[in-house]
């Protein structure tokens, strides 16, 4: 299942309401998004770093067809380039208030270092959430397009596809100081690729997480909380041959 929201100079995925199709010789680093139709403020981070960014405001007319409202120009130099993933997102929504951050709070209160904080997410969210094998089954029956997590959604209902334990993770962690990056991408599946979404974090020294991941100093590490929670199965993948696509 791909998100069709997203476009990074691979072919064009198949159009919607929500979708900009962009023909591939001229994508450099494209990020589309829905924009709520009520008003409501949301945070789309520079994830591509520095450089220039030009943003476009496009409305919908017919199918697949879009007219310009708006459009900006801005140079970006980020004070760090772990900003985009230190800060709530369309996609990592939380806020101070949030329960996913008062509890991430909580359990790493006594932690000793940033791996420590890590590790007491990674268990917690690995003995406290299965996976939600009907929501993704209804995802891929219904062909169901830009779909949205909610982390204390997930922390409440204790349930969840990858996209959910993929952004309750970096919720958790980023509203701790550790740059935390959503990825959505690919994995092996029994020969075959199947769409999934998992963290990457970044840590100033290395430490343990699990006893079998060590996180390195000044890399960044994998960590898929689905695949430690859920184990292999057919929506999940083996934990293998990941390949990143997008990252937010």
């Known amino acids: 299942m791909r998100d069709p929201l997203y476009f990074y100079g691979d072919e064009p995925y198949e159009a919607d309401e929500n979708a900009i199709l962009i023909p591939k010789e001229l ?75 008062l509890l991430a709070s909580d359990i790493s209160a006594q932690a000793a270092d940033a791996a420590a904080v890590v590790s007491s997410v990674y268990e917690y969210i690995q003995s406290n959430v299965d996976y939600d094998y009907d929501k993704a089954q209804n995802i891929v029956d219904n062909n169901v397009t830009g779909y949205l997590p909610d982390p204390d959604e997930t922390l409440s209902t204790k349930k969840g596809i990858c996209y ?34 998992w963290n990457m974090i970044w840590l100033e020294e290395s430490g343990w997480i699990t006893v079998e991941i060590r996180a390195p100093r000044h890399e960044w590490q994998r960590i898929d909380l689905t695949f430690a929670a859920a184990g292999q199965s057919a929506l999940v993948g083996d934990g293998k041959g990941y390949a990143d696509k997008e990252v937010y």
Do not use: W
Not at 27 to 32: G, K, L, N, Y
Not at 46 to 74: C, D, H, I
Not at 164 to 193: C, F, H, N, W
């Open 27 to 101: 994508v450099f680093t494209e990020a589309f998004a829905k924009l709520p139709g009520d008003g409501t403020p949301v945070v789309y981070p520079l994830q591509s770093g520095n450089g220039q960014y030009n943003v476009r405001v496009m409305q919908n007319t017919t199918e697949n067809k879009y007219m310009e409202l708006f459009s900006a120009q801005a140079d970006v130099v980020l004070d760090s380039e772990f900003e985009p993933f230190l800060r709530p997102s369309q996609r990592v929504a939380y806020s101070v208030d949030s329960a996913c951050v």
């Open 164 to 197: 959910d334990y993929a952004a309750l993770a970096a919720a958790m962690l980023r509203s701790q100081g550790i740059p935390t990056k959503l990825i959505t991408g690919y994995v092996s599946s029994g020969g075959s690729e199947l769409y999934h979404a």
